[in-house]
Structure formats: structure tokens, C-alpha cells
Nanobody, 120 residues
Framework: QVQVVESGGGLVQAGGSLRLSCTASGLTLRSFAVAWFRQAPGKEREGVACISRTTLNSQQGRFTISRDNAKSTVYLETGSLKPEDTGRYYC??????????????????WGQGTQVTVSS
């Protein structure tokens, strides 16, 4: 049984930084593309960043997504947090090995999410 687990959320002051971690059991995380999504209160879930199997680090907008294959972990980092960054952040494992144009829908497995609250 596949289980995807996020960690690193919490309460952060505006202007602070964020580092979320994603691990998985029941599959080899380094074999797949992995994405991060977030859902703000009252809004639909949106894709934040995606990292392909062979990519170790990628800057996507305000976010940096990276992977440490030795630790079987994918990270999401950003700084200069704003209150509008508040939401539940989800890690998702793709069915693909790379981030296609449809990476937001190429998802096989979802984590339960980790809450990030940015206070002003």
C-alpha cells in the first residue's frame, strides 16, 4: 500500500520561509515525478511545482522544488511568505517519470497534506 506523507507545515510569520518535506512508502519516490499542490481556504487546489525524476532542483515561480534521492525525499521551499500563502500543502506522486504539460492531472497518489498558516 502506497502512503505519501508531508511534513514541515505550521505557523509562520509573514516574510518568513517554508520548507516542506515529502516521503513515501510502498513505492520508490526517486522513480517518479513528484508535485506539490496547495489549497487555500475557500479556493480550489492548485499546482505549485513539479519535479521530474531526473531533476534535482528547480525554481518555479517563488518556489524551489528539489529532491534528495539518498533520503527519498522531495522538498518544497520558498521565502518571503505572505498571508495568501496560507493553505494546506499536498505532495503528489505522478504516474509519469517527468513533468508533462498535464502534470497537474498526472497524479497517482496523494498525501494527506500539511497545513501552513502565514500570519501577518
Amino acid at each position: 500500500q502506497v502512503q505519501v506523507v508531508e511534513s514541515g507545515g505550521g505557523l509562520v510569520q509573514a516574510g518568513g520561509s517554508l520548507r516542506l518535506s515529502c516521503t513515501a512508502s510502498g513505492l520508490t519516490l526517486r522513480s517518479f515525478a513528484v508535485a506539490w499542490f496547495r489549497q487555500a481556504p475557500g479556493k480550489e487546489r492548485e499546482g505549485v511545482a513539479c519535479i521530474s525524476r531526473t531533476t534535482l532542483n528547480s525554481q518555479q515561480g517563488r518556489f524551489t522544488i528539489s529532491r534528495d534521492n539518498a533520503k527519498s525525499t522531495v522538498y518544497l521551499e520558498t521565502g518571503s511568505l505572505k498571508p495568501e500563502d496560507t493553505g494546506r500543502y499536498y505532495c503528489a506522486v505522478s504516474k509519469e517519470t517527468y513533468c508533462t504539460n498535464s502534470w497537474r492531472t498526472d497524479i497517482n497518489y496523494w498525501g494527506q497534506g500539511t497545513q501552513v498558516t502565514v500570519s501577518s
